[in-house]
């Protein structure tokens, strides 16, 4: 029928396709799914170290007294007080703030990046890109360290029930406490570290695109804000890492 | 007709919006310092975990909510992210208390 009006329902068509009834791109959105599944894997992690640490006694008295005991589960902030190039000096928690504050640097750089990437700016996106790589480098290195220091041990060490001494950490043996301590921090800060170091891979990834031009010839950053996606979830998974293992 | 091809337009800073995200960074690094402060003078209980614990879901609702931007994406996607994770906290609650059972059982008299 020639003539005949056709009355477009945006409600009743915005799901047959053509439209992004999200107001998301397809990867933006698929994005947000792994890192929804990835977050599942995470708290699976957190819940066991929940689940094993309330399974063992905690320390009862006065932290001035506290010494490694393979009895009940260590103090964190006991365990963690090392400062590189200041040997022998308690400093808790000190070093793994530091981390705390390089990495939610590199999230700013990044929201940076994805604004200037918002903007088609490609200097400031290559600038900001190049910030956050280095940001996720220099958390690296510093875990690299705070696992070189766990698994070295302090000089006192610990005492196998022969008699002989041993120092740090592995995976079966503990001087700071029971064994599954130490399995919880290779797996937990092991699984967090691996996620910043392939976000540092992919981060670099997209400054080299964006530098050749790759991106620029594709019309559009978005590339950018996906990977940022990536890399503030990695962020907030240090968020709770940080709470549920070093301070709670 | 001979096409060159041309770079994409530049828009120009909006300063508001680079103020916020400051604004975000003072707010997460203020949280953090706040929990500092409370990992050394509150002694360890229920009332020092509970204090992190909302702490660590302040400092994530800016980071998911301002810093990855679904705050301002539709109502349909946020739900679809953030109905979900009602399952991990149960998770993470059903370990714990199955944890403490266990201790119970083990070391309790």
């Known amino acids: 029928m020639a003539g005949t009006a056709v009355v477009v329902d945006s409600n009743e068509n915005l799901w047959n396709g053509g439209t992004e009834p999200l107001k998301a791109s397809y990867g933006k959105l698929m994005m947000w799914f792994f890192l929804l599944s990835d977050a599942f894997t995470f708290t699976s992690l957190l819940a066991t170290y929940g689940f094993i640490r309330f399974a063992h006694p905690a320390f009862e008295g006065e932290i001035e007294n506290f ?7 260590p103090i964190p902030e006991m365990v963690f007080n090392a400062v590189p190039f200041l040997h022998g000096i308690h400093l808790p928690l000190v070093f793994v703030g530091i981390m705390t504050f390089i990495l939610i640097l590199s999230s700013v750089t990044m929201v940076l990046a ?4 918002h903007r088609n700016d490609k200097v400031a996106v290559e600038k900001w890109m190049l910030w956050t790589i280095l940001g996720g480098l220099t958390f690296l290195g510093c875990q690299a360290w705070e696992w070189m220091h766990f698994i070295h041990g302090t000089e006192a060490g610990g005492q196998l029930l022969d008699g002989s001494f041993f120092h740090g950490a592995n995976l079966s043996l503990n001087q700071y406490g029971p064994p ?9 800060t092991g699984f967090h570290g691996f996620h910043v170091f392939s976000g540092v891979v992919i981060n670099f990834i997209i400054f080299y695109q964006a530098t050749t031009g790759v991106l620029e010839r594709r019309g559009t950053y978005e590339m950018v804000e996906k990977v940022g996606l990536y890399w503030h979830f990695v962020d907030l998974v ?5 709470t549920f293992f070093y301070l709670v | 007709m001979e096409q060159e091809i041309k770079g994409l337009d530049v828009t120009p800073v909006d300063k508001d919006k680079i103020k916020k995200i400051w604004k975000v960074t003072a707010i997460l690094f203020l949280a953090t310092v706040v929990e500092f402060i409370i990992a050394f003078t509150v002694g360890a209980g229920a009332l020092k975990t509970t204090v992190f614990i909302l702490l660590t879901i302040f400092k994530a609702f800016y980071i998911i909510g301002e810093f990855m931007h679904l705050s301002h994406e539709k109502k349909g996607l946020v739900w679809m992210i953030v109905a979900p994770t009602v399952f991990l906290m149960w998770l993470i ?4 208390i199955q944890g403490e059972a266990i201790f119970q059982a083990i070391f309790g008299s």
Do not use: M
């Open chain 1, 67 to 73: 010494v490694f005991s393979q009895e009940y589960w």
């Open chain 1, 114 to 117: 994805v604004d200037a990437g």
């Open chain 1, 180 to 188: 599954n301590f130490a399995a919880l921090f290779f797996f937990i």
């Open chain 1, 238 to 242: 240090w968020v709770f890492v940080f």
């Open chain 2, 93 to 96: 609650a059903a370990f714990w």
